[in-house]
């Protein structure tokens, strides 16, 4: 055997590395880390919540009661936090958090009979999982479910309670909360009461969900053996001074979502945990009077890897109002501290700080808190015991223990927290308020999307989108509701456009952002990618109904049939219904309708509905049913049916006259008519995008389209 020499052994050693490197690299080495993942996890101390086995989790952090939560917009995720708080400080349960994408559910069989698992879940658009929950739901509605143990049947040591969240607009009403508790009881799990539902459409989400847990807290304690206690506040998360940082430190956050925009870089991927910090290319005005406002915006994306298609939403993600920031410091008494520099730690092992850290209180109540956003009865209760004087806290107690007082006193007027504790207590701040309780009771503020109202055929590296900038007068309310992101967009449309101190409706915006960061006219923004599309195939015929800014989509909708007629495409018959209040007012896009009639000819024609130009009112359902036949002929040639805008009225509205249409046309009775539609919706040749949100009931209460500033807009 010949002999091996230095040299030999030399490049046999460095074959023999390579190759181990090279089989074992993303196991043991170069693993690539997702940059957006949070940045302050060392802040929460949670070594635990590196695993995806659920019951391993609950074992080492001591829990037996875990909330999952579907949310998209925030509120699941706000309800699933309150549960898990009130288990915990009403009947010493044990309780945990849980974002349902974040852990794995094949071993869901092997939690004991002494465990208990909450679902709060969100139904998304036409009866889809929200983002984080489709995995789950996948899973567990599947034909052929994999658990760990052989048992028959499979989830029969199970407890659970469910709650949901829907919109009745919707034809697949709160279906993530049906479809799982179905699927769970099929597999032998055990439901504690009765599944609650949600409904955004008719503006009682939160009455329902409280209405919903109380009998089933009862029906838990008696089932799990529980007794209630006097609940006492315990904090989930500690706040420490630090007192050798200023707000100058480069290692405080001033408002940056995550380390890399504190660093002042910016790489994607772009997504709802890290927004792309966009130049705003143009601004201008669109409506023609003086007491509204409509944007239009072009969000330059040529810099990002962001990429869009017609029907997506962009995602704005907004800043509270300096006036709004100043009310809330000042009446819990932290005005002279808003600069002070506080760390925030997470006190059980399961919960999250909701934004890095150290920071501000300033900068927490500005960018991270959803402070606009209308107070809660249940938050109102939370809050009682802290308040300054006996008489607060007893008004404080009958506003969270008295519906119709609350409804009377506070929600029907649309009052955030600042202004009801300022309402309850007078002069007097405050101040036995643990901050951490606001951490806890507030919502994390959500980006607000958009439709885009541009075509990615047309101009690809420019989005387009347009909104109605809200200030609502509520009668008996001194001041009024003013949206936040829209008159953010309209404070950075006037800077643009030359104001050096942009003031709209007399609020003040940070618009140059965190450091400066957002100067020269910037917004952060991402793209949600939607199903609301046009065919693939341009010669199939659509029918659009969209009033008011619902026409967003079907700006960009018309701007790509146009483009891809020039491009000497066959295009199909084109319809689009719109309405608003006069042609000299409000009418939307009113000269570039012109520009796509020279492009389509005869495909397109656009049906306008002015409500205040007659003598009686007319909207576009009213157009609708005149162009019946016309309506009747295309859907029998599979055109496509779209709706975007108002879920209140106009949609409901739309689809009644759908099916008298289809009754009367085809001469067939309106239950088949009705049956006819369901099955368009449900093969997504009839598509609806709605707008709801915080304050829905102000179409019934004030019997107008009125919005403040919805999560979803059009």
Known sequence: ???????????????????????????????????????YANANGNKAGRTRNIVEKMEESGKNCVVFYGSQTGTAEDYASRLAKEGKSRFGLETMVADLEEYDFDNLDALGEDK???????????????????????????????FSKSSDPPLEGL??????????????????????????????????????????????????FLAWKDPMWTAVAEKMGLEEREAVYEPVFGITDREGLTKDS?????????????????????????????????SREIFTVKDRNCLHMEIDISGSNLSYQTGDHLAVWPTNAGKEVDRFLNVVGLLSKRDSVISVKALDPTAKVPFPTPTTYDAIVRYHMEICAPVSRQMIATLAPFAPTEAAKAEMTKLGSDKDYFHEQISNHYYNLAQALGKIGGPEKWTAVPFSAFIEGFPKVQPRYYSISSSSLVQKNKISITAVVESIEIPGRADALKGVTTNYLLALKQKQHGDPSPDPHGLTYEITGPRNKYDGIHVPVHVRHSNFKLPSDPSKPVIMIGPGTGVAPFRAFVQERAAQAKAGESIGRTILFFGCRKSTEDFLYKDEWKEYQAALGEKFSLVTAFSREGPSKVYVQHRLKEHAKEVNELLLQKAYFYVCGDAANMAREVNAVLGKILSEERGIPETKAEDIVKGMRSSNQYQVRFWGGYFVSLQLDLGRLLRYDSVFKS
């Open 1 to 39: 055997m010949a002999q091996l020499d230095t040299l030999d052994i030399v490049v046999l050693a460095a074959l023999l590395l390579g190759t181990v490197a090279y089989f074992t690299k993303g196991t043991y080495w170069g693993i690539t880390k997702d940059p957006y993942a949070s940045t």
């Open 250 to 282: 480069p290692e405080v956050y001033l408002g940056e979502p995550n380390k890399m925009h504190l660093e002042g870089t910016q790489k994607g991927p772009y997504n709802a945990h890290n927004p792309y910090i966009a130049p705003i290319a143009e």
């Open 159 to 208: 407890k659970f309670v469910a709650f949901g969240l829907g919109n009745n607009t919707y034809e697949h009403y709160n279906s993530m909360v049906r479809n799982v508790t179905k699927a769970l009881l099929k597999m032998g799990a055990t439901k504690i009461g009765e599944a609650g539902e949600g409904d955004d459409g008719a503006g009682t989400m939160e009455e329902d």
């Open 116 to 146: 208990i698992v909450m679902f709060v879940l969100a139904t998304y658009g036409e009866g889809e999982p929200t983002d984080n929950a489709v995995d789950f739901y996948e899973f567990i509605t599947g034909e052929d479910v994999a």
